[in-house]
């Protein structure tokens, strides 16, 4: 299998901020990649240097074969791109504005008209095709900036968090119509801060702190690799988070993570049966009222905190609702 996109150390520094620091990948063909990591990490500054938005500073990179400075003309030719701002012209309508890529794109008139009104039946955006873009909500906009990037139907595709901002029946909508072109053939390299879209999307995960990659694998490798068992445990009542904290301290062999709004507290464990005993003996001894506790392997969140220290700032309760 070939490579849709290669990077070889690239580096991009603004002023004295470094903001890729020698990132290599490959992206083999009709596969993807999910570039998971905080606010900064260089996941913006990837797709940009990637889609010939921005030149690196070092090393190199080829996409679809062309490289990314040397051959950056044609190299538009075969992307989609839709950037983490959509990129949309307010006064066309939505319709208007999918036929203007469909001609920049030299499809000719008809065909691009025809892939507007396609597209814009596939983004649930008919009713809104002929009203100017400057009246549509947040979602739509996103909605018309995807649709945009597939127009040519290009063989690959860059989305910088395609899904931030959509509702849950678009954002199942958009996982449906993206693992198709995959499935045809297209090769996807998306950033997220869902990792419930990484696991869902994802041949590969790389995730990047501070312009450089810190892990990467599938999602099963990853949560290998971070390994263990958790202790999640849900109480009664506010009042006991901090009691059953000092409870689950003992047994805790990394960070542990509260979540006050749901009254529910997770923390790694080594011997999982046995520290859940242990835990819940001293739960009860202390009399705390316990709601739920249970032993479950890690998820992709939990890789994520292990690897950056950072919570995934995404809320997955959005995205665990869209696969419902
Ligand atoms: N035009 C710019 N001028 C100066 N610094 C920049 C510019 N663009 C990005 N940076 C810096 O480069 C680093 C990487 O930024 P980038 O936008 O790639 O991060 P990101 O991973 O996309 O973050 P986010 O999750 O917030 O979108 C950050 O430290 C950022 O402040
Ligand atoms: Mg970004």
Known sequence: MSDAITAEGLVKKYGDVTAL???????????VLALLGPNGAGKTTTVRVLTTLLRPDG????????????????LRAHIGLSGQYAAVDEHLTGAEN????????????????????ELLERFDLADAADRPVKGYSGGMRRRIDLAGALVADPPVLFLDEPTTGLD???????????????????????????????DH???????VDHGRAIARGTADELKDQVGGNRIELTVTDAT?????????????VGAMRTAPESLQITVPVTDGPEALREVLGRLAEAGVRVRDAG?????????YL??????????????????R
């Open 295 to 303: 032993l479950r392997r890690p998820t992709l969140d939990d890789v």
């Open 240 to 252: 006991e988070l901090e009691t059953a904290r000092q409870s689950l301290a003992w047994v805790a």
């Open 59 to 74: 090393g190199r990179a080829t996409v679809a074969g062309y490289d990314v400075v040397s051959d950056a003309r044609r």
């Open 201 to 207: 999307l994802a041949n590969q995960i790389m995730v």
């Open 98 to 117: 999918l036929e203007m890529v469909g001609r920049l794109y030299h499809l000719g008139a008809k065909r691009s008209r025809s892939r507007a009104r």
């Open 306 to 323: 292990t690897l950056t220290g950072h919570q995934a700032s995404g809320t997955d309760e959005r995205a665990r609702e869209a696969t």
């Open 21 to 31: 620091d020698e990132l290599s990948f490959r992206v083999p063909q009709g596969t």
């Open 168 to 198: 849950p029946r678009a954002r199942a909508a958009l996982w449906d119509t993206l693992s198709e072109l995959v499935a045809a053939g297209s090769t996807l390299l998306l950033t997220t801060q869902y990792m419930e879209e990484a």
